[in-house]
């Protein structure tokens, strides 16, 4: 059974950082894409950041330049690192792993950015 599970939310003043991570584990296939998608208060679920295993990244307009995503392929973990980070961050923000099959997703964690 596929399970993702993310860690490293919380609360953070404006203007400073936090660093998410993500374990997937129980594929057997590759997972080809992986990636982070929030969900702010009273609002659809949207593409934050995705890396491929080659390690080409696509990034939300409104987080370049502030949030980098990366991958260790060998343990299966995604990571993102958020710096500069504004209240209109504060969301729930979701790992997603895909194979060429299926897209999984984790259980979401908390980030609240106070201003």
């Known amino acids: 059974q596929v399970q993702l599970v993310e860690s490293g939310g919380g609360l953070v003043q404006a203007g400073g950082s936090l660093r998410l991570s993500c374990a997937a584990s129980?594929?057997?296939?590759?997972?080809?894409?992986m990636g982070w998608y929030r969900q702010p208060p009273g609002n659809q679920r949207g593409l934050v950041a995705t890396?491929?295993?080659?390690?080409?990244?696509v990034y939300a307009e409104s987080v370049k330049g502030r949030f980098t995503i990366s991958r260790d392929n060998a343990k299966n973990m995604v990571y993102l690192q958020m710096n500069s980070l504004k209240p209109e961050d504060t969301a729930v923000y979701y790992c997603?792993?895909?194979?060429?099959?299926?897209?999984?997703w984790g259980q979401g964690t908390q980030v609240t950015v106070s201003s």
């Open positions: 129980g594929s057997p296939f590759t997972f080809n894409i």
């Open positions: 890396i491929t295993t080659g390690g080409s990244t």
């Open positions: 997603n792993a895909a194979t060429t099959f299926k897209m999984y």
